[in-house]
């Protein structure tokens, strides 16, 4: 079971930080990867992070987004900096997904309820 948390409302330039608490056995040996799915568009892969916590990220959020985990607390977090109407969406991680250093292949049975994050002014 995954669990998102840490959407808002953030004006533009503004910041927010989301958690995903990852109740599955050996979290510390599976890729974690953030995605999202803005209104009315299909959902898109923004960050991910291997077990040895080597990151991937869009293009998009590159160098604004940081994805980051906590083992101890089987816990992966999004800190999302200077962040843009565009960046409006649903939030969602996913656990377990197949990562080769570029490119990251979703577990389809491991997904979050997903956190709404809406930049507006």
């Known amino acids: 079971q995954l669990v998102e948390s840490g959407g808002g409302l953030v004006q533009p330039g503004g910041s927010l930080r989301l958690s995903c608490v990852a109740s599955?056995?050996?979290?510390?040996?599976?890729?974690m990867g953030w995605y999202r799915q803005p209104p009315g568009k299909q959902r898109e892969l923004v960050a991910v992070?291997?077990?040895?916590?080597?990151?991937i990220y869009s293009d998009a959020v590159k160098g604004r987004f940081t994805i980051s985990r906590d083992n101890a607390k089987n816990t992966v977090y999004l800190q999302m900096d200077s962040l843009k109407s565009e960046d409006t969406a649903v939030y969602f991680c996913?656990?377990?997904?197949?990562?080769?250093?570029?490119?990251?292949?979703?577990?389809?049975?491991?997904w979050g309820q997903g956190t709404q994050v809406t930049v507006s002014s």
């Open positions: 599955i056995a050996h979290f510390s040996l599976n890729a």
């Open positions: 996913n656990a377990g997904g197949t990562f080769d250093g570029r490119r990251y292949f979703p577990n389809p049975r491991s």
């Open positions: 992070i291997s077990r040895s916590s080597n990151t």
